[in-house]
């Protein structure tokens, strides 16, 4: 039993807990679903809560209140948090501070190299159900996360849908941790690479605009990395052709 700053008790439930595939349901239908744009989420056609590193976060009545999905990428040795989302109405109570916190502790033992994506405020405006993304990268940055100074973009989720343009690539310092000012490109590149092929396949490697992004992160040895409140010093252009 963990409580937040609001004095609101959360119970944390992992993909080992009883009635895992309840609870991840429920928290892909009442906090993703609603909580991402077509392009960013893909709803699921069947619950395993082995595929990936789950944390569900419920209120003392049971209720799904938020949670984080890890994907781990082995051949890079890289963690992904694909997802880290509170309910509507839930938000601002100190639920994903929670989760946060939680995850780092669980999680980054195991992988510290650790990435999320984060949508773009140049870009991206706040919207009711989105939330605002300044606002996003000033939570995280509290958290110690940091931002690649490196364009970016999602895959496709789905080979129906667009990419997901004017994104930042943060990482996310281990428990207890400082990250330090620069990262290797090559632990950057060799992430990317394992990423694009899961997502789109093989052939996304030879597409102009994956070509494009990691030529664009791969030109110089080491990245450097900015606190999130300098997230303009990260390059805007999006890839030739993309929008």
Sequence with gaps: MTMTGNDRHVQLFDERSPNAAGLLREFHDKVLSPSFPREEYIPPTTIDPADDLTIIACADDGTVIGGALGEVYPESGALLLGYLAVRPGSRGMGVGSVLLAALKERWLGQYPLA?????????????????????????????????????????????????????????????????????????????????????????????????????????????????????????????????
């Design 115 to 243: 990435f999320l994506e984060l949508d773009d405020p140049r870009h991206h405006d706040t919207h009711p159900a989105y939330g605002d993304p300044a606002r996003r990268l000033s939570f995280y940055g509290m958290f110690g996360i940091r931002v690649l100074t490196i364009p970016y973009f999602q895959p496709r989720l789905r080979a129906d849908l667009a990419r997901g343009y004017h994104m930042l690539l943060g990482v996310i310092p281990p428990d207890g941790a400082t990250l330090p000012g620069t990262m290797p490109a090559s632990k950057v590149t060799a992430f990317l690479r394992e990423y694009f092929v899961a997502c789109e396949g093989p052939s996304a490697l030879d597409d102009p605009e994956v070509r494009w992004l990691l030529d664009a992160a791969g030109q110089q040895e080491d990245i450097a990395l900015v606190g999130t409140e300098e997230y303009n010093r990260a390059p805007d252009p999006g890839p030739p052709g993309g929008r």
